[in-house]
């Protein structure tokens, strides 16, 4: 099989695996649309064939610094030892698999690179012959494309379960960005979805020996000088846990181990795996749960503030941050010429960019009415409801505007 073929083939199903692409960076839905990134076609050189067009599997995407790109999302084996319930790539699963060398992928990414076709790669793999030999394959791709094929772009790499160490510091320093799929929030979950997989000591012990690593080695020692960012995957709704179990593991990761972000992929049967006949997730669910993550991150919110149901899932309705300020600022509105940062962020329509504007704009003058907050660019209807301007109620004012 050519490489090409080879990438045709290991593409199928990449989509259950979430990275940077744009349609997953979404603020609370609440908040100004100048927040969100802008999705945009990813170049494809018009001397690359229709084939190679399909078999590229570019994704238009933001990194972690806001700036925009364009991602190879792949996988360097789908051949897998292992059995998780839920996976296409899973063990004794009838399908064609297929296999890239170190060298062969590494050449023809740089194809795509220097063609314009990718800037980015975000690069996993199945397991086979055990988690440490995988994890140097992939290593060993990444040394290629470092040292080999001068590539300085940007560099996901997926660390497989059972790495070592040892292992994780090389690619510490090889390196952007480093991800390992929790899949599930707790030992007892991750049984019912990857009975094999050892929830402590195979998958959260190596997202904390990233933060080991940060805090006792000096950042010159990575890659452009800087500590790799590190993420984690959920399979919602794949185990039956609760929104509050995802997200309390993900609030804990971010502030233990500086968990740059969790990722949330809804859970939808495979063909001829063991969970084939559960129902799909409603999408909507990995909707909410961004949108709570986020919160969490960037708003300054703790667990206690979410919206949760009695069933411990956030309502699929509504937007939590909007469902938090119906039920906490109606009657006792934000007053923006007084508000703390903290205290704006609660706001529906207030991102952290807005909250730092409206701070800066506070020190030469005094918010009487909506014109300004509009001129700053936000959604001034969304904010309306839950703020005084001066002391006044400012959903008076909406039939101004």
Same mark, same amino acid.
């Given at each position: 099989?050519?490489?090409?073929?080879?990438?045709?083939?290991?593409?199928?199903?990449?989509?259950?695996?979430?990275?940077? &692409?744009?349609?997953?960076?979404?603020?609370?839905?609440?908040?100004?649309?100048?927040?969100?990134?802008?999705?945009?076609?990813?170049?494809?050189?018009?001397?690359?064939?229709?084939?190679?067009?399909?078999?590229?599997?570019?994704?238009?995407?933001?990194?972690?610094?806001?700036?925009?790109?364009?991602?190879? *999302?792949?996988?360097?084996?789908?051949?897998?030892?292992?059995?998780?319930?839920?996976?296409?790539?899973?063990?004794?699963?009838?399908?064609?698999?297929?296999?890239?060398?170190?060298?062969?992928?590494?050449?023809?990414?740089?194809?795509?690179?220097?063609?314009?076709?990718?800037?980015?790669?975000?690069?996993?793999?199945?397991? +086979?012959?055990?988690?440490?030999?995988?994890?140097?394959?992939?290593?060993?791709?990444?040394?290629?494309?470092?040292?080999?094929?001068?590539?300085?772009?940007?560099?996901?790499? *997926?660390?497989?379960?059972?790495?070592?160490?040892?292992?994780?510091?090389?690619?510490?320093?090889? +390196?952007?960005?480093?991800?390992?799929? @929790?899949?599930?929030?707790?030992?007892?979950? @991750?049984?019912?979805?990857?009975?094999?997989?050892?929830?402590?000591? &195979?998958?959260?012990?190596?997202?904390?020996?990233?933060?080991?690593?940060?805090?006792? &080695?000096?950042?010159?020692?990575?890659?452009?000088?800087?500590?790799?960012?590190?993420?984690?995957?959920?399979?919602?709704?794949?185990?039956?846990?609760?929104?509050?179990?995802?997200?309390?593991?993900?609030?804990?990761?971010?502030?233990?181990?500086?968990? +740059? =972000?969790?990722?949330?992929?809804?859970?939808?049967?495979?063909?001829?795996?063991?969970?084939?006949?559960?129902?799909?997730?409603?999408?909507?669910? &990995?909707?909410?749960?961004?949108?709570?993550?986020?919160?969490?991150?960037?708003?300054?919110?703790?667990?206690?503030?979410?919206?949760?149901?009695?069933?411990?899932?956030?309502?699929?309705?509504?937007?939590? *941050?909007?469902?938090?300020?119906?039920?906490?600022?109606?009657?006792?509105?934000?007053?923006?010429?007084?508000?703390?940062?903290?205290?704006?962020?609660?706001?529906?329509?207030?991102?952290?960019?807005?909250?730092?504007?409206?701070?800066?704009?506070?020190?030469?003058?005094?918010?009487?009415?909506?014109?300004?907050? =509009?001129?700053?660019?936000?959604?001034?209807?969304?904010? +309306?409801?839950?703020?005084?301007?001066?002391? =006044?109620?400012?959903?008076?004012?909406?039939?101004?505007?």
């Amino acid at each position: 099989m050519n490489p090409l073929d080879t990438l045709i083939e290991l593409s199928n199903q990449m989509e259950l695996e979430h990275a940077e &692409e744009s349609r997953n960076f979404n603020p609370p839905a609440s908040d100004s649309n100048a927040d969100k990134p802008a999705c945009f076609s990813p170049k494809v050189p018009s001397e690359f064939t229709e084939k190679e067009k399909r078999a590229a599997f570019v994704h238009p995407a933001q990194l972690p610094n806001g700036k925009k790109t364009v991602l190879l *999302k792949t996988l360097l084996s789908s051949a897998c030892e292992r059995d998780c319930y839920y996976c296409p790539f899973r063990a004794g699963r009838d399908f064609r698999r297929a296999t890239f060398k170190p060298d062969e992928f590494a050449g023809l990414f740089s194809k795509m690179n220097q063609s314009g076709m990718a800037q980015g790669v975000f690069l996993s793999s199945g397991i +086979a012959g055990g988690g440490i030999r995988t994890m140097d394959k992939l290593l060993d791709t990444a040394e290629i494309l470092r040292k080999r094929r001068n590539f300085r772009g940007y560099l996901h790499l *997926k660390i497989m379960p059972g790495a070592q160490k040892a292992q994780v510091y090389r690619a510490m320093q090889l +390196a952007d960005r480093l991800s390992v799929n @929790l899949e599930a929030p707790n030992t007892e979950r @991750l049984a019912k979805l990857a009975p094999h997989k050892i929830f402590i000591e &195979e998958l959260l012990q190596p997202l904390k020996w990233v933060e080991e690593i940060r805090n006792s &080695e000096p950042a010159d020692k990575f890659w452009n000088g800087k500590y790799p960012s590190s993420v984690t995957q959920f399979v919602a709704g794949g185990s039956d846990e609760s929104d509050l179990e995802l997200l309390t593991t993900t609030h804990w990761l971010m502030k233990k181990v500086r968990l +740059a =972000r969790a990722y949330f992929s809804a859970f939808h049967p495979i063909r001829d795996t063991p969970l084939e006949n559960k129902p799909a997730v409603n999408p909507m669910r &990995e909707h909410r749960l961004y949108q709570a993550s986020f919160l969490l991150r960037d708003y300054g919110f703790d667990l206690e503030d979410l919206p949760f149901t009695a069933d411990e899932n956030l309502p699929l309705h509504n937007d939590p *941050k909007l469902a938090w300020a119906q039920q906490n600022l109606t009657e006792r509105p934000v007053e923006i010429n007084q508000a703390e940062r903290r205290e704006l962020l609660r706001v529906p329509g207030i991102g952290p960019k807005h909250a730092d504007t409206i701070l800066q704009a506070r020190r030469t003058m005094k918010f009487r009415d909506l014109t300004a907050l =509009r001129k700053m660019g936000i959604i001034v209807a969304r904010v +309306a409801p839950f703020v005084l301007l001066d002391g =006044r109620r400012a959903e008076n004012q909406l039939a101004l505007f």
